[in-house]
């Protein structure tokens, strides 16, 4: 932990991608990584069904938009993994659009070490189009804590991320915490909440209304140690936020090694 700790505080003096990466890859990342040998071949697909209507700080309008993202993640031991992301978007008026790629590499604190709780460490960084996100490059510090509690499960990313191009420079480092938990009503399917917030500067929170909020009520079903499913509908509770998202990921593993799953694993 002191470890981890010590590498988030030296990047500190370094927003996720915003809202506009937040409608992109929508998750809660659980704290696994993904093991040896093993890819993670991963589509998020997401659509604001209520959301801006007009161009917002030279930004295109989110309403009816889909927002369609290609991830792609790679194990090397039991405690690395990397993984890259394509971001597209499709809306009325602009058609299919490349929004941007970014770049994830993550750590995790081995099982061997039997921690009570589940910890990593993500930082992705990568480039995005302004017409899509307002900042062009960007760099996240994710660090991951999650538990599981008999049929309960639980994770936080108390989230930090900074812009280096773009009108969210001089908010300088900006807090961003997702929450996730869910309850297993059978051994294949867990019905839970997931929230993501972006709080303003570190130094300085923004007022409510600028805030973003969302609540997004989930179920993650297991349709087999290989595969990932998630869909849910959000909520926004600010005017800074979009005010209904409807996600979905679907995943599918691949290698040779056949690794226990766990069905409530967020990532």
Known sequence: MRLLLTILLSV?????????????????????????????????????????????DGMRPTNHAWHETLELTHGFNDWFETGFYVFMTNSRGYGWQWVGDHIRPRVRVPPSWNWPVGVSLSTEVGYQRAAYAGDTWNMEIRPIVDKELGRWYMSFNPTVDRAFHGPGVASGVVF????????????KVNFG?????????????????????????????????????????????????DHMIMKMIIGRRFGSLNWKHHSRESH
């Open 193 to 241: 909440a997931e929230y993501y917030g972006s709080l303003g500067p570190l130094h300085s929170f923004a007022l409510l209304r600028e805030q973003e909020h969302q609540i997004f009520p989930t179920v993650d079903i297991d349709f087999g140690p290989d595969w990932e499913f998630n869909f849910g509908v959000g909520l926004g509770f600010t005017g800074s936020t």
């Open 176 to 187: 961003s915490p997702n929450f996730k938990a869910s309850y297993a009503v059978t051994k």
């Open 12 to 56: 500190l003096s370094f927003q996720s991608l915003s809202r506009a990466q937040e409608n992109y890859e929508i998750q809660v990342y659980g704290s696994e990584t993904m093991p040896p040998h093993k890819t993670m071949l991963e589509f998020h697909t997401n659509f604001t069904v209520q959301g801006t209507k007009t161009e917002t």
